[in-house]
DNA sequence: CGTTTGACTTTCG
DNA sequence: ACGAAAGCCAAAC
């Protein structure tokens, strides 16, 4: 097989899967717990492909700068509500405390 | 096949 | 703490 990493998306999702509740990851650290470090960009741009009925834990997915990077919009408010059900605390301004990085 | 795009990250002022 | 700029990389055009 000439494919370095064939099911390198499955890969990420199964890392996206183990994920805990109540905890949030940067697209860098998901890229790099799967294997491919640098991969940041790929990570959102797969997220945003997801179907909407995916089970995958997506919103629990912030940027490194602790912040909600999904543009401002339902989609945004729709993150903001899954975490702070999970009891992730996420002030006005889509800021989320490092403490949540759990991982880190 | 060259250019543009984007749910990113880091550095600098 | 904040915004701008540059760096990075795969997928889409």
């Known amino acids: 097989m000439t494919e370095a990493q064939p099911h390198a998306r499955e890969r990420l999702y199964s890392v996206l899967a183990a994920v805990p509740a109540g905890t949030v990851i940067s697209y860098g650290q998901l890229a790099e717990l799967a294997g491919m470090p640098r991969r940041a960009r790929w990570v959102g741009q797969l997220l945003g492909r ?55």
């Not at 729709?78 to 002030?91: C, D």
């Open 50 to 104: 997801l179907p909407r009925d995916t089970r995958l834990p997506w919103h629990r997915v912030i940027n490194a700068q602790g912040r909600i990077s999904l543009p401002p919009g339902p989609a945004a408010d729709r993150q903001k509500a899954l975490l702070q059900a999970e009891g992730v605390r996420v002030s006005a301004g889509y800021r989320i405390s490092l403490s949540e990085f759990g991982w880190k």
